[in-house]
Antibody, heavy 122, light 107 residues
Framework: EVQLVESGGGLVQPGRSLRLSCAAS????????MHWVRQAPGKGLEWVSG????????GYADSVKGRFTISRDNAKNSLYLQMNSLRAEDTALYYC???????????????WGQGTLVTVSS | EIVMTQSPATLSVSPGERATLSCRAS??????LAWYQQKPGQAPRLLIY???TRATGIPARFSGSGSGTEFTLTISSLQSEDFAVYYC?????????FGQGTKVEIK
């Protein structure tokens, strides 16, 4: 059974940093692209970032480019999101999501975690 | 960036009736279109990918159609568990983008 478990969320002041993690199990992690998708309270879904199986292809939404960094450790079956210079508008539930099998990072998301909440406020 | 526009924002349907949800892309996404269902307090669930292929375990009452810029999700006979918010998502280009969602509510 595919499982994605996010952690690392919390309350942080504007301008500070936070690192999210996603622990994956139930599939061969290094065969799949992975993504972060967020959802602000009461709002829709927004793709944040994606990374290919070998970290060779990485993409970001314009809203986070230059502030967030996605990475993965295939030996640990883990996905990360380093978030710097956080803003109030980054407040959201952050989901880890798995892409389908294939080399591309431009994908749909076939499994999702339950999310970790990030609140940016002074 | 490809803008995805869903309509209507809210759809009021009686159980057993048919629901038709629309999604329009600002430029062609070929068939690189997915649909998700999200219930309150839950993560989204993939329903359809490739515009018309049901994901694993998705009931046959869910069907998708379209290509290019116009897409439709049809729920043939609404069950109580189908009342939720539905999102479309294009994966033809980065950045990956979602529609704003259609809420299907009980009439």
């Amino acid at each position: 059974e595919v499982q994605l478990v996010e952690s690392g969320g919390g309350l942080v002041q504007p301008g500070r940093s936070l690192r999210l993690s996603c622990a994956a199990s139930g599939f061969t992690f290094d065969d799949y692209a992975m993504h972060w998708v967020r959802q602000a309270p009461g709002k829709g879904l927004e793709w944040v970032s994606g990374i290919s199986w070998n970290s060779g292809s990485i993409g970001y939404a314009d809203s986070v480019k230059g502030r967030f960094t996605i990475s993965r450790d295939n030996a640990k079956n883990s996905l990360y999101l380093q978030m710097n210079s956080l803003r109030a508008e980054d407040t959201a539930l952050y989901y880890c999501a798995k892409g389908p099998l294939g080399p591309t990072t431009v994908t749909s998301f076939d499994y999702w975690g339950q999310g970790t909440l990030v609140t940016v406020s002074s | 960036e490809i803008v995805m526009t869903q309509s209507p924002a809210t759809l009021s349907v009686s159980p057993g009736e048919r629901a038709t949800l629309s999604c329009r892309a600002s430029q062609s996404v070929s068939s690189n279109l997915a649909w998700y269902q999200q219930k309150p307090g839950q993560a989204p669930r993939l329903l359809i990918y490739g515009a018309s292929t049901r994901a694993t375990g998705i009931p046959a009452r869910f069907s998708g159609s379209g290509s290019g810029t116009e897409f439709t999700l049809t729920i043939s006979s609404l069950q109580s568990e189908d009342f939720a918010v539905y999102y479309c998502q294009q994966y033809n280009n980065w950045p990956l983008t979602f529609g704003q969602g259609t809420k299907v509510e009980i009439k």
